[in-house]
């Protein structure tokens, strides 16, 4: 099997369940065993990091890995934090070589997506799927910006200056 | 009346961090599915969203079709959007707004994931 690994890079949210989708694109690439390892890497607010998934890679035996950014854009997250993450971790592991890959950018396919998310659009009324299933992977984190509302548990002891302004 | 398609984006500082939507749109507006196709911007740009929406509606449109053209279902999209479509619901009685997941949820996004880092092994191989 190959020794090419691949992370799927994000900046990461508070939300509850917001990283839920990149996990399924992994889950997704995994099945295609086309990768020794795949994993997801947040910038910041989730776990894994970006360096405590290049570790993995390691642990699973990879000499490569391509980072795909989940960004549409090239930004400062892509093109500064993210590289800048890298480094570091490279200084560490001299062995290992990281390419980062191009974001998700401009793509004819992503007027296919549009076109067919909008067949299963609902009313606006009933639009509350995602907060649904923020519920749903609620971890009572009092970072969260649903933290507190009807169906999100409060956590005892936490107080209200500890949360962020939202 | 007119059907329109409203995509909705964060906005950026940099305008060329809006070139790839904009690109969709344009494509989108190629196909004719939508009399309308437009972009609000939460934050950053012009026309932010309830000005599109002004803009859809005085082109004619008695439906908007909403696609929050968001990677992630962070708080922008769980809470900022659906608010401030409700808002327009509420000004605009008899305008049907409809609202689709998520960009980034589309399977299509895997695909160009995956299309991403296989560019980058066949560039390695190339190099060999």
Known sequence: MSHTGLILFSHGSLLCGADS???????RIRVKQLFRHVE???????????????ENHLQAGCTHIIVVPFFLVPGRFVTRDLPEALRKVEERHPNITITIADPIGYDERLADAVSDLTSSAVDI???NQLTEKARMACKG????????????PVREGVKDEERPAV | MKSALLLLAHGSPRPTANR???RIAEDLRARGK???VTIGYLDC?????PTAIENCVAGGAGEIVVTPCFLHAGNHVANDLPRILKEAKIKHPRLRIVMSDYLGSAPQITEI???RALSILESKKADN
């Open chain 2, 20 to 22: 790839p939507i904009e």
């Open chain 1, 40 to 54: 997801v890497g947040f910038l910041n607010y989730n776990s894994p990091t970006i360096s405590e998934a290049v």
């Open chain 1, 141 to 152: 984190d009092p970072l969260c910006p649903l933290y507190g509302v009807k169906g999100c």
């Open chain 2, 34 to 36: 939508w009399d309308i």
């Open chain 1, 21 to 27: 989708t990149l996990y399924l694109h992994a889950d």
């Open chain 2, 113 to 115: 994931l995956l299309q």
């Open chain 1, 125 to 127: 009324d009933d639009w």
């Open chain 2, 45 to 49: 740009n012009e026309p932010d969203i």
